[in-house]
């Protein structure tokens, strides 16, 4: 029997883009660790052990086609959608060229007009709705795009999830929810925030299929994707997948997971990161040697040094270009900025 990315129509390449995809996801993601606790940035929000369902259900999205409304763990479907390791390690420490918002948003707020990738806002779950709107004009225009929007499983509980599924539902929208569930919303456990256990279950209330898929394993995740970006384009609407994933690390770096998790179960979450669990699986399919391995460390190390040295050269904003990109000018009805401190005026 053809191993199993074969049988998808999927490349040697392809399936080692997507690895690499996901090391550089990690090392960018470990990197800002380090730069957040040397005071370099303010707050770091982690993808670590979402990176094998991020890669592989962003992988089927069509570049400058497609898009995407993330959520504050989607550094790898950023980067799988356009974003690079440098661009999101510019945005975290807000320097003024960031593709971002200029410096403006929040750490792990990811967003890229070039890419198609909405900005995000802290109220989770908003990015759904921008999801469905975004679904909606495309089908007003009837233009050939599909809309892939990401959220927690916690998030699954708010009011606009609702909303955005079942007018995406009624509307027939080619959009694909997808819910990375890992157990966890901040401290609260699973069986503390969704009753009945599943998200992809919710799917049948609105009209559309749910998808369970293990997100450790990245070649389900590619499957259920593909399929689902398929049935949007053809006009057959939307779906929602759950991917069970795991949170590596605490919920943020303002969160300490040992104060409510059993070392135990920290320490088991290992078993179940998608990285060395696809490795494997490359290698007994004949993919991936040692070599091989060595050498896309490498690459990938050499590259976030690269992209980090970048970053940290770039210019800082001046405070006197505070307002430029959060209020449009001229101000509607003829009002003129008000500096939001004697500093934003150009003093230093
Ligand atoms: C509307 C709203 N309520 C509360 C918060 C605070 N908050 C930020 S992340 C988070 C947990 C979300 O959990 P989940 O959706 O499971 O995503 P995860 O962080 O586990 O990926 C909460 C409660 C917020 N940002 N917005
Ligand atoms: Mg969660």
Redesign the pocket.
Known sequence: MPPRHVELGLSDDDVLGMYRAMLLARAVDERMWLMQRAGKIAFI?SGQG?EGAQVAMAWPMRRGQDWMAP???SIASAMTFGMSAEDIITAHLAKADDVSSGGRQMPGHYGGAPYNLVSLS?????QVLHAVGIAMGAWVRGDDVVTMTQ??????N?GEIHEGMNFAGVHNLPVIFVC???????S?PLDR?VAGGSVAARAAGYGMPGVLVDGGDVLSCYAAAREAHQRASRGEGPTLIEARVV?LTS??SDDDQRRYRDPAEVDALKERDPIPQFANELRAAGVLSDERDAAIQAEVKAEVNEASKRAEARPEPTPGDAHERVYAEPIPGGGTAVPLSPLADGGH
Do not use: D
Not at 151 to 156: A, I, Q, V
Not at 180 to 186: F, Q
């Open positions: 929000i979402h959520y504050y763990r802290s109220p989770v779950g908003t959220f927690g499983e916690g998030t699954s708010q990375e569930n890992n157990g966890y919303a901040i609260v925030q949170r919920h943020s």
